[in-house]
């Protein structure tokens, strides 16, 4: 079955930087686009970035030059690399499969994994 566990989340210092892994099974990982979301307490889910699976990658304003997204096909591994985080930055980082088909990467996601906790402070 389809299991994405993410793992990496930490408390960091504002300033500092952080990268989150997403280890994924249960499916043919190297032809799914991926996606990173975030929720922040209280809040809704707020998309983060995407990555293709021939590796394009999308990201959001907000976080643009600040979040990179990356894979690892061979070792099934997705990851988002935090840099200069803050405050605001502070919420539960998902990862998930994303259906591209549509031309948008970043509104029909898939398999979620359970999530992992990113505290700035």
């Known amino acids: 079955h389809v299991q994405l566990v993410e793992s990496g989340g930490d408390l960091v210092q504002p300033g500092g930087s952080l990268r989150v892994s997403c280890a994924a099974s249960g499916f043919t990982f190297s032809i799914y686009s991926l996606s990173w979301i975030r929720q922040a307490p209280g809040k809704g889910p707020e998309w983060m970035s995407s990555i293709r699976s021939g590796g394009s990658t999308y990201t959001a304003d907000s976080v643009k030059g600040r979040f990179t997204i990356s894979r690892h096909n061979a070792q099934n591994m997705l990851y988002l690399q935090l840099n200069r985080l803050k405050p605001e930055d502070t919420a539960m980082y998902y990862c998930?499969?994303?259906?591209?088909?549509?031309?948008?990467?970043?509104?029909?996601?898939?398999?979620w994994g359970q999530g992992t906790q990113v505290t700035v402070s």
């Open positions: 998930a499969t994303v259906d591209c088909s549509s031309g948008y990467c970043y509104r029909s996601f898939g398999y």
